[in-house]
């Protein structure tokens, strides 16, 4: 028993979404427990889970059928590449699993500077829409939205590849390396925006269009963010 009592007691969360309210009598019961803790696989403030690894992550299968190798070769897969531009489109591929996504496919449904489908098909093994997240890369701009209420671990790759990202600044729940002491920063190493204007997608790229200037440093700054703390050196620390 004395043995058992020498270890630190962890609540180890691997769903999509948080758990553990961030109530008072939680907060007491944590804040008594000196040696408890509770880790998931993303922060929100409305939960007591501090930000952890994500399954994607340990197994980056789980991101993409197609990634066979280990965390360690993946990442430097996908940041050493040198891949040429083949679209200068804004790029989404996902479910059709909430009303923003369903919104996205609709409004830009005839668009020539936004690339959003859904992967949603149930009858076949390889939907219709589906890219190899691999050769998300081919396109100019990539975005990133939240699917089902919980935490998007797929961003952590897409700051690997050496584009200019789109990422939502009122998405609450936020992976471990943006609430780190050195995160990456809206305007510095990506596009922020709001979940509530889908509707400014093309004014944006449109603008990133006619000056390639703005384009260039921020991907080369996302690029720098992810060589410098997204190695698997980082990541094991952590």
Known sequence: RGLINDFNQIVLNVKFRNLIKNKRENNEYIKNSANRRALGMCY?????EKAFIPYYLTSPSFANKNFKLNLKDTINMLINADKPIKYNKLLF?????????????????????????????????????????????????????????????????????NRVLFIPTDDPNKLFFE?????????????????????????KVEILEKNDDIYKRIQQNCHDYAKTHLTFDKIENY
Do not use: A, Q
Not at 109 to 125: G, M, V
Not at 179 to 203: A, C, Q, T
């Open 44 to 48: 929100n403030s409305l939960f007591l």
């Open 93 to 161: 591929r996902g479910s059709n699993n909430n009303n923003y996504r369903n919104f996205l496919y609709k409004h830009y449904k005839n668009s020539s500077l936004c690339d959003f489908k859904s992967t949603s098909n149930n009858e076949i093994s390889i939907p219709k829409n589906y890219i190899d997240f691999e050769h998300y890369s081919d396109h100019k701009y990539i975005l990133d939205i939240p699917g089902i209420d919980g935490h998007c671990p797929r961003r952590f790759y897409l700051f690997l590849m």
């Open 179 to 203: 609430v780190w002491d050195d995160p990456p920063l809206p305007n510095i190493h990506y596009i922020p925006y709001s979940m509530k204007k889908l509707g400014d997608f093309e004014r």
